[in-house]
């Protein structure tokens, strides 16, 4: 008989909740982040079979394992397999090292893997109940587009984003604007931290629950789980056997990318180490070193643009999977096992300069290009391997987690070349833009919110 999983709260002071109501919730109501109270465990047969599943039912799988009756397996296989239609190239470099590229899905960056399942569950639970929510979410780009093409079409689902007005590329934009539909974008006047600010102030405000706002960013559980998959993929596809273990390195700005792969390796999937690599927003990285905990307030601007976060959302929860208990300012009250992190984790930290020098390199050396994130995680798995001259003999993935086109600016810059537009962005780029600007004033956003559902 299956025990149902319950998920707790990193705060410890709210009730266990289904994963129905973590997903439809996104935040537990003391401010923490939800986690599985257990998880499965594969066995190495099983995991040997995972080789000749495709993604789709490996996906169906895995989540279907931890989520248990609440989805059931076949629900589950049906979604997965109408969403993860696209590829998972996983490039040879040299050696046993590789690049995995999660940039092909609709919006070309890894974010989609996350938020196509997500949007898809909530659906899920919500005709059931014959309800509707309106996903109201903040972006600096990336996360409102994989949102936006994600949640796009789906029935029972209005979304609203917003994005400050100058601080989205013009291609990202686009992603977002020629939806219509069921999407509404708005441009703000002001800055990521302005809009972040104006939904939290309507996910506070009481006349405004007759519209059930829900949140789609990275601290949802929805958003966590699906980012496991590609992990057990990458191993099935590369490894000679059972007992193969690999090494994974991380571009991270949030730590849910991270995150996802450690929920993968407590499930048994054979990891001897993630990398951790991020770029001058080394807070994690520092405080691996140090045991000191400072958020970097406000966040640096670098290339990699969509890793420039100066206290990670996620970090809570990778203290929690290490017997620690950090809360959401940052505060750490109980340690993590230090020890046990570090065992587990090469953390590292790359300026501009030194990404930049990457992609040259990498491209010279191997005729590839490499998009700033990718670059951050390809540069710490060098420097891992340089520390641990054990690994240059083992498998070893870098992930690559956006299509370098997203960066063709920077990427012309550096290497005089100007990568091809996917079919998808390409589409974008074309479209009939629609969106509505507004002051950074909360009140217009109510109205408008008022006026529209
Ligand atoms: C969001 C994002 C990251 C960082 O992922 P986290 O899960 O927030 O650590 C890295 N690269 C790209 C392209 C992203 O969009």
Redesign the pocket.
Known sequence: MKTATLYNSTNLKAPPASFRDALLKGLAPDGGLYMPDRLPVFSRRKLSEFSSLSYPEMAAEIISAITGDETGTDELRKICSSIYTFGIPLEHVQDKHYIMRL?QGPTA???DFAALLMGRLMQFFLKKENRNITILTATS???GS?VANAFHGLDSINVIILYPANEVSELQRKQMTTLGGNVSVIEIDGKFDDCQRLVKTAFMDPSLTKFNLSSAN?INIGRLLP?SVYYFYAWSRLAENTENTCIFS???????????GILAARMGLPVERFVIATNENNEVPLFMQSEEYHPITPSINCI????N?GH???LARIIAMYGGRMDEKGIIHTMPDMNAMRRDFYATFFSDNETRKTIRDFYSKYGMVL????A?AWAGLQEAIANNPAYQEKLCIA?E??HPA?FRDEIKSILNIEPELPEALRKAESEREEFLSLDNDYDALRRFIIQKY
């Open positions: 940039d960056s890894f974010k780009g990336d996360t994989a990275s980012q991380v571009p991270s700005g949030n730590f849910g990318n991270l995150a996802g990699s643009s969509a890793m976060v990670p959302s996620n998009e700033p994130h990718g951050v992930v987690t956006a997203k």
